[in-house]
Each structure stands twice: as structure tokens, then as C-alpha cells.
């Protein structure tokens, strides 16, 4: 018996019990369908937790000022000023993996507007530095060039800051004092909320570095360039640890430090969060290969089920097949060629289900979701197997009884 | 003529349950090609179990069986299958036809397990389908043809593989007199032809359609006798 022929009498047969060959499918349907569905949407949370994570900072490297030991007394994070705005722009200069450097001047004090005060972290900043923290402004406008460049007398707040020195009135154009210099703010940063350490983000005032330097801070000759940290922002997709050996390569070069010498900086990252998220989306992954693989074996048990019915239903057409010259392997395979096509039919109606179930949902929900084509071809491909696997068993009984004991049976 | 059939002490037990029940005590005859023989018996006289081994449905406990060249006995379930493939042709009682399947791939079934190509068998089934005079109901479902009709597609599945022998058991059983004539006119002309048929029944006039009539009993023969067989298309005529 060829294949062709196997097949006409497979289908033949399942087209004559049409009920049960679709109620048969369906278990495959909803299983393959559920399974392209689960997993669409939950790549597409996948997707958009990693967004969010990322704005928290995943992708950002410190880099910190060394410490300095004078009497055996070792001195903390930026006790002495070892990096340099240079450092920066080499950094982004070298550094395929970086896609920007922002060297930062930190500094705190009171700020006064009018007849209010508030004590607040400030920082002189390059343009990058909002690149790197993926932080827009809320109100107002950012840093011209001329300001940077001139050390303007502007300043950019935060939410905190902005509600502590004028409430509900409009802080635009207002004049602030920073250590008793008066600085004009021209915008408002969006709130940005705690950061993972808890600090809150927002109880902040940015300015030019220059501005900083040279009028609010005030920094000795020798120490002219310095900085407090740079920020350094990796590009999507680079990988951390690597980009974090070529920084650290790089700064060592640069300061010209002896192999064997102790770094004279600190670099800091958020790869915890990282390895948290991997952890996560291997949780996620594993949950839905553990959803897939029970509602197709539910929808394979169906199929198997039916098949023993069937093959109990039609001993005596197995008995007829026998007598008129069926070998034992001609009416197995007749029978998972019946299982395998109930399956393979069920699991493309399932892709097309699941697929346009992802994308309705997608449109209507709003939920992201991501199709996948390893989703799709897995699927398909486990509804083969499972008709192969849970069809053999009755098959195999089909093929192994007696044509006499077959024809004779009631 | 030469013998088609040849059996020598044939013999059949069954177990059932703790019993072992001896169906078949030893039976011996030979069948020449081109007889039409009638076995007939009571009901567990062992006529049944007879035809179940003359049709490779069973495998004889002890005994020899020979089917034109080949010993029977000795051969695998695929190689059984085969012989009841290519030179056996099965009659039933109850037709035994696949329900909601075409008359015309109800007489293709056989050639299913034939390695021909689709057109042949097709081709092959019309012919046969012709020759028992249904070429016009190729496509009627069991349901709707009559029990003779339904008998008479059960002839041509038969048929379509070319067999050396046919075996009926109570082909007319379920069917009514005339009816039962038409088919046994129908088996007498393919015997006519060179087929050899073996027929089962406990009916005595059916058998009277035969040359030979073998009686059974406590699974021995104990009548094996030549007949001149009454003309069933005559008998069609007359009536």
C-alpha cells in the first residue's frame, strides 16, 4: 500500500466521521493555538519589561574617582580626583560598545528662591549627560551650546527640587541662588521617581559642567579638568562585561598605570538587575514550555483516545482489510497515517488561529505581542509528534489482531 | 484436473476458557481447480473453521494445507496476507462491505494492498463492477443498494484480484430465495469461467447449486459425494 493511497483512505476515513475528526482536532487546535498566543504575548512583556529596565539603568557603567591613602588611612570613593572630562571623550572616541560618555561635577549645598530653601544635590553636566539617563524635560527648554560652552548662568531642576522652591507656581525663568550664584531656570525635568538604591532622582538641579566649575564649585588649577564620575551609557545589545574590560583597559592607558598597580577608579554597574532579568525571562520561558507541553499532550491524549474508539469501532473493517490482503504493518500504518493527519490538519488551523488571535490581540488589547517563528514551527512540529507518539499505541493494537478474531467480532 | 486444494489431517483446537475444544479432528481431501463445492454441517460440526483455514484466516494446529504450489502451513502472517491477497476471494454472509464507501472503492479495497497506481484500480474495480451487473451504481453507498446488490458488489471485491479460488460462506444467509438464486446463478457462471469455489452453507437446496457436497460433523467429514448441480439461471427463468 503506497503512501498516496494510505492517505486517500486516512482522509476518506476521517471524512466520514467529520464530528469526531473536528472535535478530535480541536484539542490540538486550542493547544498549538494557545501555545503561538502564550508565548507572542509573553515575548512582547518580555520586550517591554526589558525597556523598562533598561531606562532604569541596566545598560550604564559608573566609573568613580579613586580613593587616596595618606598615614594608612584610606580615603573614600573620590578623595582624590583621578578622572578627567578627557576621559570621556576617549571613551567615545575608542569605545565601539559606548554610545556615550557623560563626565559629571557633583556637588551639594542650599539653593534659595525668594524666601524659600531647600539643600539638593547638584551636578555640572555635559550634553550627554540626558542622553545617558534617557531623562526629557517636562517643561521649558534644555542647555544652548553658548550655555554650555560659556558657563551660562541657567539650570535645569527636578520635580522635588521645583515643588520644595516655588510650589505650585511656574518655576520657568525664575532665578535660584546655588551657593549665593544666581541662575536662571529655563526647564523642568520629568519626574523620574526613586532610584534603585532608593535615592529619590527628582531632588536634583543640573547646570553646565563649565558653570559648575568655575562658578558655583569652584575647583583648584591642578584639579581643573576633573571630575566626580563619568556615566557611561552602552549601546543595546553590546555586552556589558565586555565594554566594562575595554573601559577599564582604556582608563589604565590613560592614567599610565603599571601592570600590577591598583586601579586609581572605581567602575560600578547594575549587572545584578541584569541577571535578575535573564533569571526572569528563563522563568518565563521555561513556564511557557511547561503550559505548551501540557495542553498539547492534553490535545495528544485526545487523539489517542479517539483512535482506540476507533480502532474498537472498526474491528471488522480491520478484520475485511485483513482478509483481502492487509499485512499487519499496512493497517498501523493506515491508522497513524489517520492519527498524524488529524494532528498535522489541527495543528495548521491552530497556527492560523494562534497567529491571528496574537495579532487581534495586539490590536484590540493593545498588549504587545511578538510573534515568533520558532514558536510557530515548534508547535507545529510537536502536534506531528504527538500524533505520531499517541497514535502508534492503537495502531499498533489495530495491527497486531487476528483478521479471523477481527472479522468475527461484534 | 489438477488439485488446487490439498489438506492432510488438518486439524483445529481452541481454547476456551480452561477447555480445549477440537473444532477440526483431521481432516483430508483434496479440491481440483475448477470444482464448486458445498460444505455443509450443523452449526459446530467445524464446516466454518474449516473455510477459515482454506482461506488463510487461521493457522491449522496440526496438519498440512496445501494452495496450489505453496504449503500454507509453513508461511509468516505477511505472507498469508499476500496468498489472501492475490488468490483468495472472500464472500460473506453480511457482506461485509465498508459503510459510507463508495460501491466502486468498496471493490477497489482489495487493490489497495496490491502496489497498483490509483487509475488501474479504478479502472480494474469498473470492470468488475460491470461484470456483476452494477457498472450503474459505481457510486451508491451500501445504505443504498439492496442486499442483493450489497452482495453482489461483495462478489466483485472478490473478484477484482484475480483469485484461483473464491470462498463463500452463506453468501445467501442473509438475503431472500430469488434473491438467493440470482447470486448462486452469478456464482455458477464465474465457476463456469475456471474459478474455483468453496461454498458454505447449511441450506440444502443452496447446496444442491454445487458439484460436490462435503458434509461435516463433530469436525470430521462424513459425506463427501458428487452432485449434478441444478442450473440456477434456468431455475431464474422458469420462475
Known amino acids: ?410 | 484436473m489438477a488439485a488446487l486444494i490439498q489438506v492432510d489431517g488438518l486439524a483445529k483446537d481452541y481454547q476456551m476458557g480452561s477447555t480445549l475444544v477440537h473444532a477440526l479432528r483431521g481432516v483430508t481431501l483434496d479440491i481440483a481447480a475448477g470444482e464448486f463445492v458445498a460444505v455443509m454441517g450443523p452449526s459446530g460440526s467445524g464446516k466454518s473453521t474449516f473455510m477459515n483455514l482454506l482461506g488463510c484466516l487461521d493457522q491449522p494446529s496440526r496438519g498440512r494445507y496445501r494452495l496450489g504450489e505453496q504449503e500454507i502451513s509453513q508461511l509468516s502472517s505477511d505472507a498469508l496476507a499476500h496468498v489472501r491477497n492475490r488468490q483468495i476471494g472472500f464472500v460473506f454472509q453480511h457482506f461485509n462491505l465498508l459503510a459510507r464507501t463508495s460501491a466502486l472503492d468498496n471493490v477497489a479495497l482489495p487493490l489497495l494492498y496490491s502496489q497498483l497506481a490509483l487509475t488501474e484500480r479504478v479502472a480494474r474495480a469498473k470492470q468488475r463492477l460491470a461484470q456483476v451487473g452494477l457498472a450503474e451504481r459505481m457510486d451508491h453507498h451500501p445504505a443504498q443498494l439492496s442486499g442483493g446488490q450489497q452482495q453482489r458488489v461483495a462478489i466483485a471485491r472478490a473478484l477484482v484480484c484475480h483469485p484461483q479460488l473464491v470462498l463463500a460462506d452463506e453468501p445467501t444467509g442473509a438475503l431472500d430465495s430469488r434473491t438467493s438464486i440470482e447470486i448462486m446463478a452469478l456464482l455458477q457462471q464465474l465457476n463456469r469461467e475456471g474459478i474455483t469455489i468453496v461454498l458454505v452453507t447449511h441450506e440444502h437446496d443452496i447446496a444442491l447449486f454445487a458439484s460436490r457436497i462435503i458434509s461435516f460433523r463433530d469436525g470430521v467429514v462424513v459425506e463427501d459425494k458428487a452432485n449434478v448441480p441444478n442450473d440456477a439461471a434456468a431455475l431464474l427463468i422458469k420462475t
Open chain 1, 1 to 410: 500500500m503506497n503512501l498516496a493511497a494510505t492517505l486517500r483512505v486516512a482522509l476518506l476515513a476521517l471524512r466520514i466521521n467529520k464530528m469526531r475528526s473536528a472535535l478530535t482536532m480541536l484539542g490540538i487546535i486550542i493547544g498549538v493555538a494557545a501555545v503561538i498566543v502564550m508565548i507572542a504575548v509573553g515575548n512582547g512583556a518580555q520586550a517591554r519589561v526589558e525597556e523598562q529596565i533598561k531606562s532604569l539603568g541596566s545598560n550604564i557603567i559608573m566609573v568613580l574617582s579613586g580613593s587616596v591613602t595618606s598615614g594608612g588611612a584610606r580615603g573614600g570613593s573620590g578623595s582624590q580626583p583621578t578622572i578627567y572630562e578627557e576621559d570621556a571623550t576617549a571613551m567615545m572616541r575608542e569605545i565601539d560598545d559606548i554610545q556615550a560618555a557623560a563626565p559629571t561635577l557633583r556637588a551639594s549645598g542650599q539653593v534659595i528662591a525668594g524666601n524659600a530653601n531647600w539643600s539638593t544635590t547638584f551636578y555640572g553636566i555635559t550634553p550627554e549627560y540626558l542622553e545617558v539617563r534617557e531623562w526629557p524635560i517636562a517643561e521649558g527648554r534644555n542647555f544652548e551650546t553658548t550655555e554650555m560652552n560659556g558657563s551660562g548662568k541657567v539650570v535645569l531642576i527636578g520635580q522635588t527640587v521645583a515643588e520644595n522652591l516655588f510650589g505650585a507656581a511656574n518655576p520657568l525663568d525664575q532665578v535660584i541662588r546655588v551657593r549665593k550664584v544666581p541662575l536662571t531656570v529655563i526647564g523642568v525635568l520629568q519626574r523620574k521617581g526613586q532610584s534603585m538604591s532608593g535615592q529619590d532622582q527628582d531632588d536634583t538641579l543640573l547646570m553646565p559642567i563649565n558653570t559648575a566649575r568655575t562658578r558655583v564649585i569652584g575647583v583648584t588649577q591642578a584639579k581643573s579638568r576633573s571630575v566626580s564620575s563619568i556615566m557611561v551609557k552602552v549601546k543595546d545589545g553590546a555586552d556589558m562585561t565586555q565594554a566594562e574590560a575595554h573601559l577599564k583597559e582604556l582608563l589604565r592607558q590613560r592614567h599610565r598605570l603599571q601592570p600590577g598597580q591598583d586601579d586609581d577608579f572605581y567602575v560600578r554597574n547594575l549587572s545584578e538587575i541584569l541577571q535578575a532579568q535573564e533569571a526572569s525571562s528563563k522563568v518565563m520561558a521555561l513556564l511557557l514550555a511547561a503550559v505548551a507541553s501540557v495542553s498539547l499532550l492534553v490535545g495528544g491524549i485526545g487523539i489517542m483516545n479517539i483512535m482506540l474508539v476507533s480502532v474498537t469501532e472498526r474491528t471488522r473493517e480491520i478484520g475485511l482489510r485483513m482478509a483481502v490482503g492487509a499485512r499487519g504493518r499496512d493497517i498501523l500504518t493506515q491508522f497513524l497515517v489517520e492519527a498524524v493527519t488529524l494532528s498535522v490538519i489541527g495543528g495548521l488551523i491552530g497556527i492560523v488561529l494562534g497567529v491571528s488571535t496574537a495579532l487581534l490581540i495586539a490590536k484590540l488589547a493593545g498588549w504587545p505581542t511578538a510573534l515568533s517563528a520558532t514558536a510557530i514551527i515548534l508547535a507545529a512540529g510537536f502536534a506531528a509528534i504527538i500524533g505520531i507518539f499517541f497514535g502508534y499505541y492503537p495502531a499498533r493494537k489495530a495491527s497486531r489482531l487476528l483478521p479471523i478474531d477481527a472479522l468475527r467480532y461484534e
